[in-house]
C-alpha cells in the first residue's frame, strides 16, 4: 500500500513506501508534471529574494568586507570607551607576550586570550547596538540580553587572567624570588 504525499513532499523525493513495495517507480513521471509550478516563498528550494548588500564577489568582496572591518574598529574606538580600555590592555599585554620566554604554545595562548577580550567585546557592543536600534525602551529581554553579551565579556577577561597568570605568573614568581 503506498501512502498519499503531497506535492512538497514528491518535489523533494520524500515518498513513503511500504517496506516490501514492488510497484512500478512512478515518482519521476510525477515529478516532470510539476517541475513548472512555481515554488511558494515558504518552499525551502524556492531561490533567495535579490539582496543588493550581496552583489559582490571574489576579491572586490574581500576589498569591501576589509573595509566595512575597519570601520567598525574606528566606530567602537571612537563610540565604546570599554573597548578603548581592553584595547590599552591590549597594547601592554600583546608587546609582554611576544618578548617573555615561554615555549610558542604558551605565547599563543597568552596572545589568543587577549584577542578573544577584543572579540567578545566587538561582539556584545553589535548585540548592544542592535538592541538600542530595535527600541530604547527598558524591556525585560533586552536587558537580559545586554547582560548575557557583559557576561561573555567577563568570562573572556576571567580566561585571560587565568591564562596570563598561569603561565607568566611563575615566571614572576621566580624573578621576584631572585631579586629578594
Not at 512538497?8 to 513495495?21: G, I, M, T
Not at 511558494?40 to 572586490?60: C, E, I, M, Q, V
Not at 580600555?85 to 604554545?105: F, K, M, N, S, Y
Request: some cysteine; charged content about 20%; overall charge negative.
Amino acid at each position: 500500500m503506498k501512502a498519499k504525499t503531497s506535492v512538497q513532499a514528491k518535489s523533494l523525493l520524500y515518498v513513503h513506501r511500504e517496506p516490501f513495495d514492488h510497484e512500478e517507480d512512478d515518482v519521476g513521471i510525477e515529478l516532470s508534471q510539476h517541475a513548472s509550478e512555481p515554488l511558494s516563498p515558504d518552499d525551502p528550494l524556492a531561490p533567495l529574494p535579490f539582496n543588493p548588500y550581496k552583489g559582490n564577489r571574489g576579491l572586490t568582496r574581500a576589498w569591501h568586507a576589509m573595509k566595512n572591518s575597519l570601520n567598525g574598529f574606528r566606530v567602537a574606538i571612537r563610540e565604546e570607551s570599554a573597548f578603548r580600555q581592553e584595547l590599552t590592555l591590549a597594547a601592554i599585554l600583546v608587546p609582554c607576550g611576544i618578548v617573555v620566554p615561554v615555549t610558542p604554545v604558551e605565547r599563543a595562548a597568552l596572545l589568543a586570550s587577549v584577542l578573544l577580550v577584543l572579540m567578545v567585546e566587538l561582539l556584545n557592543s553589535s548585540v548592544e547596538a542592535a538592541i538600542d536600534r530595535i527600541s530604547l525602551e527598558r524591556h525585560e529581554l533586552s536587558k537580559r540580553a545586554k547582560d548575557f553579551g557583559s557576561a561573555a565579556v567577563m568570562v573572556a577577561l576571567l580566561v585571560c587572567v587565568l591564562t596570563w597568570g598561569l603561565i607568566v605568573g611563575p615566571l614572576l614568581w621566580r624573578w621576584a624570588l631572585m631579586l629578594f
